[in-house]
């Protein structure tokens, strides 16, 4: 099997292997009842050879290929996932986020009339996002053998399916960990993925799926050209929440961070369908906040209430000294990048940098020798 997986990287060049149902590798009493199953020779559960397994196919493609990403569809709490083998690991690059794939999706299949009393589903991956290095799935399997495509996942009319999807991609794309989108779902097909019919890019002709298409590219280019999105997509230091308890209006707002040099996304969700010319939300410094991204465009398919470029006041709010006051569209996300960093900031990164210099340049002491 190991061998297989090289030969893969090898001929075919691929840049990542995931394996698949690894819960069912992991224990021996997997969807197993009573009777149906031997302990190991310890007497416990776990699949002792399965995980020696995986940790010599892991060893050996990072050997071999280093950079090559190594995925594991992983559904339970079995320990240290995406650890090193030489730390008690398994040895993965990524593991898939299952409990925010299933969660999600079943936050947004219910009318937002009702979110209201289930915004534990959406907050709810935070508590656990930075315990392995995850990778948010919108895979296959949710849409085939009757599951319905995404669109179709989503309450309402047409206007509205079309907005929650656009919705649910950017809080995917802004939530820390990595993203994966199965083929179709960029331009919101309507029908499940078939392997006889493929990909439906007739639907392109039709401007609520060029919407989409063109929602899903510019979160791409957004996330490749801001830090704030991917330096520290493993890690706590990349997001700090500024509200989660917004229930009654179904709204969630957040930071991304990448450096400390590196310029603030704050990203606000809004899940309802109803309209606020006023939102406020506090923000960590002052200056001008700038929209980047709004999913409520026109050109993405919205209705086109956007803000523009917005002066921080100097009104505290969430527990920051700064805030912004903005218009809040229904079923949108909106981006806003803070231009004006703090001045500490840069010139904590100017003395580093001077520092690194002068250590770069400084001549090495170099002893006499005897004769």
């Given at each position: 099997l190991i061998s297989n997986a090289l030969f893969w990287l090898e001929q075919y060049h691929a840049d990542g292997l995931r394996v698949d149902a690894v819960a069912s590798m992991l224990y021996h009493d997997y969807s197993r009842k009573e009777g149906e199953w031997i302990p190991n020779i310890y007497g416990g559960r776990e699949n002792l050879e399965a995980i020696s397994f995986l940790k010599d196919f892991n060893e050996a493609v990072s050997k071999n290929f280093p950079g090559v990403e190594t995925i594991a569809e992983e559904s339970t709490a079995f320990p240290a996932v995406t650890h090193p083998t030489f730390d008690g690991g398994l040895g993965f690059g990524q593991k898939w986020m299952m409990g925010w794939m299933h969660d999600t999706l079943n936050y947004f299949k219910r009318p937002p009339i009702f979110r209201r009393w289930h915004q534990n589903e959406i907050t709810f991956s935070m508590v656990y996002a930075f315990s392995e290095k995850f990778m948010l799935p919108l895979s296959h399997d949710e849409v085939v053998h009757m599951k319905a495509s995404l669109l179709y996942k989503m309450p309402g009319d047409e206007w509205q399916k079309f907005a929650n999807l656009r919705v649910?991609?950017?809080?995917?794309?802004?939530?820390?960990?990595?993203?994966?989108?199965?083929?179709?779902?960029?331009?919101?097909?309507?029908?499940?993925?078939?392997?006889?019919?493929?990909?439906?890019?007739?639907?392109?002709?039709?401007?609520?799926?060029?919407?989409?298409?063109?929602?899903?590219?510019?979160?791409?280019?957004?996330?490749?050209?801001?830090?704030?999105?991917?330096?520290?997509?493993?890690?706590?230091?990349?997001?700090?929440?500024?509200?989660?308890?917004?229930?009654?209006?179904?709204?969630?707002?957040y930071l991304r961070?990448?450096?400390?040099?590196?310029?603030?996304?704050?990203?606000?969700?809004?899940?309802?369908?109803?309209?606020?010319?006023?939102?406020?939300?506090?923000?960590?410094?002052?200056?001008?906040?700038?929209?980047?991204?709004?999913?409520?465009?026109?050109?993405?398919?919205?209705?086109?209430?956007?803000?523009?470029?917005?002066?921080?006041?100097?009104?505290?709010?969430?527990?920051?000294?700064?805030?912004?006051?903005?218009?809040?569209?229904?079923?949108?996300?909106?981006?806003?990048?803070?231009?004006?960093?703090?001045?500490?900031?840069?010139?904590?990164?100017?003395?580093?940098?001077?520092?690194?210099?002068?250590?770069?340049?400084?001549?090495?002491?170099?002893?006499?020798?005897k004769s």
């Amino acid at each position: 099997l190991i061998s297989n997986a090289l030969f893969w990287l090898e001929q075919y060049h691929a840049d990542g292997l995931r394996v698949d149902a690894v819960a069912s590798m992991l224990y021996h009493d997997y969807s197993r009842k009573e009777g149906e199953w031997i302990p190991n020779i310890y007497g416990g559960r776990e699949n002792l050879e399965a995980i020696s397994f995986l940790k010599d196919f892991n060893e050996a493609v990072s050997k071999n290929f280093p950079g090559v990403e190594t995925i594991a569809e992983e559904s339970t709490a079995f320990p240290a996932v995406t650890h090193p083998t030489f730390d008690g690991g398994l040895g993965f690059g990524q593991k898939w986020m299952m409990g925010w794939m299933h969660d999600t999706l079943n936050y947004f299949k219910r009318p937002p009339i009702f979110r209201r009393w289930h915004q534990n589903e959406i907050t709810f991956s935070m508590v656990y996002a930075f315990s392995e290095k995850f990778m948010l799935p919108l895979s296959h399997d949710e849409v085939v053998h009757m599951k319905a495509s995404l669109l179709y996942k989503m309450p309402g009319d047409e206007w509205q399916k079309f907005a929650n999807l656009r919705v649910l991609f950017g809080h995917q794309w802004t939530h820390p960990g990595s993203q994966i989108l199965f083929m179709g779902g960029e331009i919101g097909q309507t029908s499940e993925w078939s392997h006889d019919l493929g990909v439906a890019w007739h639907l392109l002709q039709y401007d609520f799926h060029k919407g989409v298409q063109a929602w899903v590219r510019d979160l791409n280019e957004l996330y490749t050209s801001r830090k704030a999105l991917w330096f520290n997509a493993f890690s706590p230091s990349g997001y700090e929440w500024i509200s989660g308890d917004d229930t009654e209006n179904c709204v969630m707002a957040y930071l991304r961070k990448g450096e400390a040099t590196d310029k603030v996304l704050l990203v606000i969700c809004h899940f309802n369908t109803n309209v606020m010319a006023e939102y406020t939300v506090g923000v960590p410094y002052g200056g001008l906040w700038k929209e980047v991204l709004n999913s409520d465009d026109k050109k993405y398919g919205g209705s086109g209430i956007l803000n523009g470029d917005l002066k921080a006041n100097k009104k505290p709010s969430h527990g920051h000294d700064h805030s912004i006051t903005f218009q809040l569209s229904p079923l949108s996300i909106v981006i806003f990048e803070g231009e004006d960093l703090p001045k500490a900031s840069k010139e904590k990164e100017q003395k580093t940098n001077g520092k690194a210099e002068e250590k770069s340049v400084a001549p090495k002491k170099t002893k006499a020798k005897k004769s």
